[in-house]
């Protein structure tokens, strides 16, 4: 017995050691991809550049961009451009119900309205800047149609120029959501819709309660992707567009880190902004996560 | 450099110590980690943080590399500068190695230029837009200085006001290579039609105010400009902003912290622009359009008068014909020295700090002024050398000439190369941006430029440090 033991006892060892070993390489190659970058990042939101390459180190930084009127209204645009997620979920979710009913033409539809995802986000920005110029083809089109009073200065205004990104960020991104419900949809037992239609259930109620908690899964995830990206990915449709203005009303966080780091040569407010900015995705993943394990444990 | 890379060789001292095959305990793997994490980082931190320098010191051997700038501004100067490397190579002026020249883009002139300065792994010599957005680099430690690798005898045949626009702590640091006299381009066959003297522009801010109230009755857009892309600002405010002025030293006193920027010798020109926009002279889409479209109205006769700088000026002329265009100055509405005044800043090319071929850039440098080369590039390009072995004889159109005799005779003096960048960034751009919106009032501008300058005071202590020892050269 005790002959038996001894090896297994070490066998066990080796097994639960062994895993480590394996995991090993792609640990480094996380560690150098993702470590590393951390790392100094952190290092340098607390390096504070002196004149001629001298250093000192502090929170120096982060006062300073905390300071920055710029940052709390680039922030807010951010904020704003939150909004556009609920409206792009809806949409692209009636859109998805929709053309999994196969309405005619249905095919057709939905490249129709993938084709604006797969178009690179320069492209889209800079078509977009000569369409919604004051004398661009909307404005255009609007004298055309006899609504002259509604062209505007869509990205000239600055009350206006965050929501015209707005708008384009909506146009691109919603055909994603589709694919993704449209996939979803197709694992839906047809037989429940039938079975629903059969007991005289209307649009809206096979909608609600068959459709919609089916789902829901992909709409959290759609959320939350929608979220991250307001918060970390609309630099190219800004930068393209509108660069910031006019007078600083479409300054979002990205492009303040963009300019502190390669325009102004300040990598580390540009880095005390990152962190800022990665600190608050993290608490964003967080709520995220927490929510997802309600929604299981209310599931369960 | 940042304190990573001793750390991480710290985990060198740990060896795994352990065949492979034998069980390891979790110490040993998690020692084992640090070390493999230790071995991959260093490679990556040294090269990170040595120099390029192959040991031959000031004159290394190899290629020797240059990044420039200038086709966009004075189109041939591409064609310019390869010929005269390929030139340069073939007559074996340098034996310690070619010299390899790579046209940048004005995008990532600065943001490629500071990734390889960071990394001290890049060009030789690098090119600048001039003054500040020269200086900083040198601020930062990226450049190393011009005088210290040439002759006394070479600065000097150098103009002196471009030289000024990058001296700093007694040492020259940017070689000014070209000029950009910059003013306003008028179209003559309009301001005839709108019954104006079209060989006599208007010199003072009445006859302004009048010629552009004239051509506006006439049917045609006064002015025309585009600021959706943001620079806009920087001409602005270097046409009308320092007309208040009596010397340079004024302009950088606000960036000093001897004054704020407030009262009728800094922002009377906001005034005056507001002016010119509340009587509708730019044309109405001026915030949804770039710079160049709003150039581009001048072209295609869309408006009277543009912004523009001399080669492209020159270029209207020879496409639209001296008859058509016609060049003038800022109409003076001021009452400081610098208020009549003709601005030519310089674009420059320096050495870079970690170069290993100091001597040999400083070199080819040098060969850039020959007056062979000089006279090729205006020929090229139209690009003028910022010389006093310039001959004007070489100038060939009317607009060339006329602005020649401009810089002999007026102040030289281009605001925007001696405040720091973030101030135009977050000041003079979104303040004259909101001059354009319909409820934009001169105050909120200057309250807009003021917390500019606090911000970068704020955020940029070395830099007050560098405008507080500024010395300028007289």
Known sequence: MSQLAGPARAGRAGNGATPYLWLAPAAVVLLAVFGYPLVRLLLESVTVPGLMGETDHGLENFRSVLADPLLRSAVLNNLRLFLAVPVMTVVAVLLATLLHERIAGWRFYRSIVFVPYVMAIPVVGIIFSYILQRHGLLNEFLETVGLRSLAQDWLGDSQLAIWSVWLVIVWQQFGFGVVLFLARLSSLDPALLEAAKVDRAGWWRRFWHIVLPHLAPIIEFFLTLGLINMLSWVFNYVYVMTNGGPARSTYVTELVIYQQAFRDGLPNLAAAVSVLLLAFATLLLTVQSLVRRRIERMES | ?474
């Not at chain 2, 006064?222 to 046409?239: E, M, Q, T």
């Not at chain 2, 000026?313 to 003709?342: Q, S």
């Not at chain 2, 602005?403 to 102040?411: F, R």
């Not at chain 2, 319909?438 to 440090?465: F, H, L, N, Y």
């Open chain 2, 1 to 474: 450099m940042n304190g990573f890379g001793p750390r991480a060789s710290s985990n060198a001292g740990h060896p795994l110590g352990q065949p492979l095959g034998h069980p390891l305990g979790r110490r040993q793997v998690l020692r084992g980690l640090g070390l493999t994490a230790g071995l991959v980082a260093v490679p990556g931190l040294l090269s990170a943080c040595g120099s390029d320098d192959d040991g031959g010191g000031a004159n290394a051997s190899g290629d020797l590399l240059v990044w420039y700038w200038g086709e966009q501004e004075a189109a041939g100067m591409k064609d310019f500068f390869e010929a005269q490397v390929t030139q340069y190579n073939a007559a074996g002026t340098d034996s310690a190695g070619d010299v390899k020249a790579v046209l940048q883009e004005s995008d990532t002139l600065y943001t490629a230029f500071r990734t390889a300065a960071e990394a001290e792994d890049g060009p030789d010599v690098q090119f600048f837009w001039g003054g500040t957005q020269a200086l900083e680099d040198v601020w930062m430690g990226n450049v190393e200085p011009l005088s210290d690798h040439v002759s006394k005898e070479f600065l000097d045949q150098l103009d002196t006001d471009a030289r000024r626009e990058t001296y700093w702590d007694d040492k020259q640091w940017g070689m000014p290579f070209y000029q950009i006299g910059t003013a306003w381009a008028y179209n003559k066959k309009m301001f005839a039609q709108a019954g104006l003297d079209p060989e006599v522009p208007p010199a003072t801010w009445d006859e302004f105010i009048a010629a552009l109230t004239a051509l506006k009755s006439s049917g045609v857009t006064p002015l025309g400009a585009g600021f959706k892309d943001a620079y806009l600002g920087g001409w602005l405010v270097s046409y009308l902003g320092g007309q208040n002025f009596d010397s340079i030293d004024d302009a950088i006193a606000v960036f000093r912290g001897d004054t704020d920027y407030s009262g009728t010798k800094y922002t009377e020109w906001l005034d005056r622009l507001k002016e010119l926009i509340d009587r509708g002279f730019f044309n109405d889409d001026v915030l949804s359009i770039d710079l160049y479209q709003g150039q581009q109205m001048f072209e295609t006769q869309e408006a009277a008068i543009t912004n523009s700088v001399q080669p492209q000026i020159v270029g209207f002329e020879r496409k639209m014909g001296a008859d058509t265009v016609g060049v003038m100055r800022t109409p003076v509405y001021g009452t400081g020295a610098l208020a009549d005044f003709f601005p030519a800043p310089s674009q420059v090319l320096t050495i870079t700090s970690f170069s290993p071929r100091q001597d040999r850039a400083a070199k080819f440098l040098e060969h850039l002024h020959e007056p062979a080369v000089m006279k090729a590039m205006y020929e090229a390009c139209g690009a003028i050398t910022p010389d006093k072995n310039f001959d004007p004889a070489w100038l060939n159109t009317e607009a060339d000439k006329t602005m020649a005799q401009w810089k002999e005779t007026l102040p030289n003096f281009w605001y925007q190369y001696y405040y720091p960048f973030p101030f135009e960034r977050d000041g003079v751009t979104p303040g004259v941006q909101q001059l354009f919106q319909p409820d934009g009032t001169v105050e909120a501008a200057v309250k807009t430029m003021q917390e500019a300058i606090d911000k970068w005071r704020r955020e940029q202590p070395a830099q007050v440090k560098a405008y507080q020892d500024w010395q300028l050269l007289s």
